[in-house]
């Protein structure tokens, strides 16, 4: 390589090395939200809601076709 290749080479990387290093944010850049810093998070374990079996009685329902009777059941609620 010759002294000319090595400065056209050299020339052409500089600007690449130059944007590629770290610096520091602008202000605009930076978003600061005061909220996030005071809070305490503060978990209860809690149980699970219990779900209950409940009776349905047997009862007459409505359908297209007429009424159908539909016998008892439990439901979990």
Known sequence: ???KQ???STALLLPF????IPSQASALEVIVN???HNTTVSKI???PP????VLIPG???KTNHGRKWVPAHYVYR
């Open 34 to 36: 005061s909220h996030a």
């Open 45 to 47: 374990a809690r149980k």
């Open 17 to 20: 090395t130059l944007t590629s």
């Open 50 to 53: 219990v779900k209950k079996k």
């Open 1 to 3: 390589m010759n002294i």
């Open 6 to 8: 090595i400065l056209v």
């Open 59 to 61: 009862h007459w329902e």
